[in-house]
C-alpha cells in the first residue's frame, strides 16, 4: 500500500525522544514527528504530546525513496481533525495563548508603558 506526501493518516506512538516521536503505521511503514513540526509554539516537553502506545493523527510531508521511511507534521494537520478519538483531549498540544503568552512584539507597548508610568510615580 504505502503512503504519499500529503496523506493524513493516524499512527501509533512506538519511541519517543527529546527531539521527536516515532509512529508506526497500518501498513507497516514507520515514520519521524520531530519536535519542530507538532506545533508552531514552543514545545517544551515532547512527553506531554502523547506516550507509547498512543495514537495521533499526522500527515506526511516527506517520504524517503529508497526505504520509504516517513517525515511528519502534526501541525499541518487541520485544527478541527487533530483531536481524534483516538487521542485525548488531555494530549492534546496548548496553544500559545492558552500558556498566558504572547509574543513580544504584541508584550513590548505595554512593558514600555509600565515602565514609563513607573517612572512617573518616582517623580511624583
Partial sequence: ?????????????????????????????????????????????????????????????????YNGFLRLSYKQVPESERYSSHVSNERRIPEQDELGFSSLANKLPEWIENTLEKARKKDD
Avoid at 22 to 38: A, K, T
Fill in 1 to 65: 500500500m504505502g503512503y504519499d506526501i500529503g496523506d493524513f493518516v493516524i499512527g501509533k506512538i512506538t519511541q519517543i525522544r527529546p527531539y521527536a516521536l516515532f509512529l508506526s503505521f497500518e501498513d507497516g511503514s514507520s515514520g519521524l514527528l520531530h519536535i519542530s513540526e507538532i506545533s508552531d509554539s514552543y514545545v517544551r516537553d515532547i512527553e506531554k504530546i502523547g506516550t507509547i502506545g498512543d495514537s495521533l493523527k499526522v500527515k506526511v510531508i516527506e517520504k524517503d525513496p
